[in-house]
């Protein structure tokens, strides 16, 4: 199983650095603020489309950006990042969010307040699915970084799991639906908590 684990973790980063547009990305965060990571769908969806024998086109896509700064007291440099993200990548939808900062505003399905989050590894395990709970780096030394809580083997098994961390079945099933993953990517199988 660690093997396959670090199979998955090698082919995602021959992945990266064979997509010229994600690791300029990478690249540029790295300079802009060496502790952010780019997350969730850019990286997924590279991988879903490579598994679908295609390529994913970054340009008008959302690209979320996260990072974990227990002192930072205002959205200030979350802010400033964001700017100067849209500044080099004009084309993209940028979401920038301090980790630290998330239990400020979000609330459960039930309206209440979560504890802080502890790192970005506690942010990403809290995620509604597990194949989008991943963060990559570039580090200071070029090299790539990974942060998968769940591991990379729903990601590159094309299995849709929900985690009942933080949301329910009905919201990750509905998150499911609208963005349409099943119908853009039909290798794609949903996994029943059930069985």
């Known amino acids: 199983m660690a ?23 990478l690249k540029q965060l790295s300079q802009l603020h060496p502790q952010a990571y780019v997350s969730a769908g850019a990286i997924r969806n590279t991988v ?3 598994l679908h024998g295609s390529s994913f086109d970054l340009k008008y896509s959302d690209v979320d950006v996260i990072y974990y700064d227990v002192l930072e007291s205002n959205n200030h440099v979350q802010q400033q990042l964001k700017q100067k993200l849209e500044k080099l990548f004009p084309k ?9 900062a998330v239990h ?11 504890q802080p989050l502890q790192s970005i590894e506690h942010a ?3 995620w509604p699915e597990t194949a989008t709970a991943i963060a990559i780096r570039l580090n200071p ?9 769940f591991g990379l083997q729903d990601l590159f098994e094309l299995r849709l799991c929900w985690n ?5 079945y009905v919201t990750f099933k509905n998150r499911v639906d609208s963005k349409q993953w099943l119908q853009q990517w039909p290798k794609l199988q949903l996994v029943d908590p059930k069985l």
């Open 104 to 114: 400020t505003w979000y609330r459960t399905e039930n309206g209440e307040k979560i």
């Open 141 to 149: 030394l070029g090299e790539l970084e990974l942060i998968a809580p």
């Open 48 to 50: 879903w489309a490579f």
């Open 3 to 25: 093997l396959h684990q670090t199979n998955h973790r090698e082919h995602l980063f021959d992945l990266i650095l064979n997509s010229p547009a994600l690791y300029e990305l």
């Open 164 to 168: 009942p961390a933080l949301v329910s």
């Open 92 to 100: 993209q939808q940028w979401d920038v969010l301090n980790q630290a």
């Open 124 to 126: 990403l395990s809290l």
